[in-house]
Every structure is written in structure tokens, then in C-alpha cells.
């Protein structure tokens, strides 16, 4: 069965530096999503990419972030200088045309110190 | 403003009891609705979900969740647990319009014990 992937599963890097988690969505989706989770907190959304532009950001997702699917396959989220509190679990997802429910990648802990 | 309630952190209960994990939700109209679950280190899974129609759903693993129209609710339910059911479940609404994103509640964790 098909499934969202992500690269890497675990991320360290110093505050300050740019960041790039990605993701492989299903290949015949067409919208995709970037959600984060803070340990031991909720599921929060941080943007969603439809027809190769945002089509909603979170106020989380501020000027420190953008989104990218550079090839046919790959979907992407940079984080430009990160922040302690940038630390977290971020997952990928992706819905089909037709689909309702969201499929969600394995995520990447993103640890910054 | 969507939103998602989750009344409680943890559900316990013996293997081989009913289970329910409670959801109440506040969004205009008559979203999405919908179960995932989490286990330790993993990502998220999907469990069921409500679209239209029957208000009983049911799902993976044998779980169910009934939706309730008046009380704005989806509780998840499953007849009998499993030791292998102790996860954290998160109910999640979104509109029927567009493919727009997912509200989660705060999630509950459930522990079977033996």
C-alpha cells in the first residue's frame, strides 16, 4: 500500500541554522499539508499546497518558513533560521482528488539547540 | 472558529471491556469527521471517518465511533479492547469545503491493561 514518507526521521541542528524536512507525498495526490507536534501537545497545522502555491498558512508558519515541491514527487518545508521553540514533530500529508482523509507521513523530530 | 474537545487526557480500561473515547466539536455547517491514532515514536494513523450517512462508522482494528448531530459529538468505541490498543487517538474535524486543514483535539491516551 502506498504511504507518505519523510526524510529525515530525526534532525539536529543549532539555533540559527536553515533547516529542510521533506516529504514524499503519494504519487497521485494533489494536495499536501505540513502539520507540526510539540511533545505532549496537539496536532497543529501549518500549511496547506495545492496547484504548486499556498492555498492556507497558520500563523505559525510566519516569513521563517516556506514550502517547495521542486519535482513531480517531492514536497519540502524549510525553516530559514530556526528557534528553540521550533522544535518539534513534523509531519507531512497528503489527500487525492477525491479523498477526504488526510495520509500522514511517518514525521521528522526536529530538535534545535 | 473550529475546534475539537477531547475531555480526557487518559481512558483506561481492562482488555476484553468496552472502550470509548470521547469528542465533542465546534464547527459551522456539517464538517468532516475523523479518528486517527498514534503509537509511541510513530506517525499518524487513520482510524475512520464520518462523511454522511449511517451515524455509526465503523473503522480499522474494530473500532467504531458514532456520530451524534445534537450533542455535536464522535465517540470512539470499540466492543472489546486490546492490550494493543494503547495508543493516543486524536479526533479531528474539518469542512466539507475545499481541501482545507485538519483541527485536532488535544488527544486522549488510552491504556488497556492486561
Known amino acids: 500500500e502506498p504511504e507518505v514518507t519523510q526524510t529525515p526521521s530525526h534532525q539536529v541542528t543549532q539555533m540559527g541554522q536553515e533547516v529542510i524536512l521533506r516529504c514524499v507525498p503519494i504519487?497521485?495526490?494533489?494536495?499536501f499539508y505540513w502539520y507540526r507536534q510539540i511533545l505532549g501537545q496537539k496536532v497543529e497545522f501549518l500549511v496547506s499546497?495545492?496547484?504548486?502555491?499556498?492555498?492556507?498558512k497558520s500563523e505559525i508558519f510566519d516569513d521563517q518558513f516556506s514550502v517547495e515541491r521542486p519535482d513531480g514527487s517531492n514536497f519540502t518545508l524549510k525553516i530559514r533560521s530556526t528557534k528553540l521553540e521550533d522544535s518539534a514533530m513534523y509531519f507531512c500529508?497528503?489527500?487525492?482528488?477525491?479523498?477526504?482523509?488526510?495520509?500522514f507521513g511517518p514525521g521528522t523530530r526536529l530538535t534545535v539547540t | 472558529a473550529q475546534s475539537v474537545a477531547q475531555p480526557e487526557d487518559q481512558v483506561n480500561v481492562a482488555e476484553g471491556n468496552p472502550l470509548t473515547v470521547k469528542c465533542t466539536y465546534s464547527v459551522s455547517g456539517n464538517p468532516y469527521l475523523f479518528w486517527y491514532v498514534q503509537y509511541p515514536n510513530r506517525g499518524l494513523q487513520f482510524l475512520l471517518k464520518y462523511i454522511t450517512g449511517d451515524n455509526l462508522v465503523k473503522g480499522s482494528y474494530g473500532f467504531e465511533a458514532e456520530f451524534n448531530k445534537s450533542q455535536t459529538s464522535f465517540h470512539l468505541k470499540k466492543p472489546s479492547a486490546l492490550v494493543s490498543d494503547s495508543a493516543l487517538y486524536f479526533c479531528a474535524v474539518r469542512p466539507r469545503t475545499g481541501f482545507q486543514k485538519l483541527v485536532f483535539g488535544t488527544g486522549t491516551r488510552l491504556l488497556v491493561s492486561p
Open positions: 504519487s497521485n495526490h494533489l494536495y
Open positions: 499546497f495545492y496547484n504548486n502555491e499556498i492555498s492556507e
Open positions: 500529508a497528503s489527500t487525492p482528488r477525491e479523498g477526504t482523509e488526510q495520509y
